[in-house]
Structures are given as C-alpha cells and as structure tokens.
C-alpha cells in the first residue's frame, strides 16, 4: 500500500524539502490504537517517526487492517506537510487515488526463452499482506501440449519495485545438451535465492531467499481497533 501510495503522492506533485517520512516500529500501543509519533528531528535526509501497534491488530480482517494503514499514512503525510504551509489536501487526493479493496495486485516479468527454445519462464508475484513479496516461477513447454510448470513460493524483500529487479535478474544460467535434452538452472539475485528444474520429474525447487514471515493469521476475536497520534488523548480517533 505504501508504495502505491507514494505513486499517488508524486502524480499530486507535492514539493518538500525531503522526499522521504520513515515510520519506526516501536513497540505495542497502549492506548489500544494504532499510534503515530511524527519526530522533529530529521536525519539522513528523511522525515522520522514512530509507529505502535496494538494488541489484537492481526484479529482484524485484511479489509479492516488496509483501512487503518492507508488512514495513518493519510494522517502522518498531511501533518508532516502541514508543518511547510504547501497543500496537505494534495495527501488527501493521494490517498483517495491510492484506495483499493485489494492491495495484492499480481504481476508478472517477461518471458524468457532457453538456448534450445524449446521451453521458456517468467517470474510472477506480488506484495502481499504480511509485507513480503511473495515470489513464484513458471515455466512453460513450448513444445507438445505446452505444459506449465509453477515453482513453490520464495519469499524475498518487503520493496515493491524489488519485484522488477527480480525479474529482469531471472536467467537460464546454464544449458547443457545431455541424455533427454536441456537441462537449465535458473538463478534471481536478491535474498541468495534459485530455482532449479529437474529434468527428469519436472520439478522446481526453491533454494534460499528470505526466512518465512511470521503468521497474522487471527488468533481470536476481533476488537474494535482506531489510529490516533501519540500527542493527542486516548479518545481520540
């Protein structure tokens, strides 16, 4: 969302002496909301603040928890712009410009064909709720019945645009001729990853790449949950 977000944002045209606001997590909100505080301070050429999350934030449903999140950047941005007299309502069309009902838009690289040009691969994926690009291969046979093949999920950065990178890195590494043709391993720089297809069952395994989020599945009922700044009273939201 927040990368969306920041496409909006330049579309608006909002100048600002820095190009950056950076939110912290910093440990659990007491107050029983998401809490935001925007510092004075600015260091390494970004605005900084931090964020608390409550207890019971992963209970929500993904609909209820994209509402928060778009909502405290909404309100951080439009603070933090406010502070240089330029146009906080420009966030609030950003915002409204960068709403979705689902956020996990699936994308997909270009394809890539072997040296034998009998079999060819793109990489698929997308940024999904748990703040992991979710990476996936396909492989499909250009000759016969056209069979595709999927790979099982990498997990790789937490940086939309990483997604281009990865898939302009995707190659077939090697090529050999041997008995029952080609045998290609595939290689993605970003996290240590690989893929590689074993010519004789047709699999793809999937080496290296980041460690498995943690879970968000719920784990109880949930409660209502409002976003509010750590300076403002607890009834705020």
């Known amino acids: 969302m927040s990368e969306r977000l920041s496409t909006c944002l330049v579309e608006q045209g909002i100048e600002m002496p820095r190009s950056e606001v950076w939110l912290m997590a910093h440990g659990r909100s ?135 990178q990865a898939a302009r890195s995707v190659r077939w590494e090697s090529s050999r001729v041997g008995e029952g043709g080609s045998t290609p391993n595939i290689i993605i720089d970003g996290g240590g990853g690989r893929f590689d297809l074993d010519m004789d069952s047709g699999a793809i395994r999937v080496t290296g790449g980041f460690a498995d989020p943690l879970p968000i599945a719920p784990t109880g009922p949930a409660v209502p949950i409002g976003f509010r700044f750590a300076d403002e009273p607890s009834d705020h939201v």
């Open 30 to 164: 007491a107050s029983g909301d998401l809490e935001v505080a925007v510092y004075d301070d600015t260091a390494g050429g970004a605005y900084f603040g931090s964020v608390r999350v409550p207890i019971g934030f992963h209970n929500l449903d993904v609909h209820r928890r994209d509402e928060l999140v778009l909502l405290m950047w909404r309100e951080t941005l439009k603070r933090v712009v406010a502070r240089f007299s330029t146009d906080p309502a420009a966030v609030d069309r950003a915002a409204d410009n960068a709403h979705r009902d689902d956020y996990e838009v699936p994308r997909h690289g270009p394809w890539k064909q072997d040296r034998s040009r009998s079999r060819r691969m793109r990489l698929g994926g997308g940024l999904h709720d748990d703040g992991f690009l979710h990476l996936q291969l396909e492989i499909e046979e250009l000759r016969g019945d056209r069979e595709i093949r999927l790979s099982d999920i990498m997990i790789d950065s937490t940086l939309g645009w990483s997604f281009d």
